[in-house]
């Protein structure tokens, strides 16, 4: 089993649909961060958290670290969300400070 | 935060080849991220690059195939070496964005195909 799962692997909605993206991590965490990986590869850091919940623009992040999961929610998607959408979380092991545990993405297409 | 500037961007490649892969940015970070994703899979750590003194690889990741420089504190390269077909990946670079930010900024990714 994956330290870090999403779900689900592919989604796709309608332009203006509220979307959630779950992930669940079964490692102890100093922070769990959301990316967006456009097609051509580029990364974007969307949100890093360790507790509640953030905000940016139609992009609210939650978490709940006693039940270790987290939610990415898009309000009024639009194509240009089309993207695939990758949980992280670093890691509170010895010696694996700075390092990244990935989820294998979830795949959005938002069409319009 | 921090800028990165990585290229080449996409690169078709001979087996037996190299290709070096290089990380550029505008300010002074002590770590520097190396990672590879393979088709249809999430992002793996190859090694993470300190300025001054070897890079430190994760399991399944050898010097002799994936060196790595780090000349100064705002630059690195990665390089793909005697390159198969499997090593068809995307790979990218990445570094902390600082206390005061957080997070990770990541460089655009270079699209490599070993034909």
């Known amino acids: 089993k994956n330290e870090v799962e999403q779900s689900p692997q592919n989604l796709t909605a309608q332009e203006g649909e509220f979307i959630t993206i779950n992930c669940s991590y079964s490692v102890g965490i100093s922070a769990l961060h959301w990316l967006q990986q456009h097609p051509g590869g580029g990364i974007v850091s969307l949100f890093m958290l360790s507790s509640g919940k953030k905000k940016h623009g139609r992009l609210i992040a939650t978490i709940n670290i006693q039940e270790k999961h987290s939610s990415l929610h898009i309000t009024a998607s639009h194509p240009r969300d089309s993207a695939v959408y990758i949980c992280a979380v670093s890691s509170l092991y010895v010696g694996a400070t700075n390092k990244l545990i990935f989820g294998t993405g979830t795949l959005l297409a938002v069409q319009p | 935060s921090a800028v990165i500037s990585q290229k080449p961007s996409r690169d078709i490649c001979q087996r037996g080849t190299s290709l070096t892969i290089q990380c550029q940015v505008d300010?002074?970070?002590?770590?520097m991220f190396w990672y590879r994703q393979q088709p249809g899979q999430s992002l793996t750590l190859i090694a993470t690059a300190n300025q001054g003194s070897e890079a430190t690889y994760e399991s399944g990741f050898v010097i002799d195939k994936f060196p790595i420089s780090r000349p100064n504190l705002t630059f690195s390269t990665l390089t793909v070496s005697n390159m198969s077909p499997e090593d068809s990946s995307i790979y990218l670079c990445?570094?902390?964005?600082?206390?005061?930010?957080?997070?990770?900024?990541f460089g655009s990714g270079t699209r490599l195909t070993v034909v």
């Open positions: 300010s002074q970070v002590t770590m």
């Open positions: 990445s570094v902390e964005r600082g206390r005061g930010v957080g997070g990770y900024t």
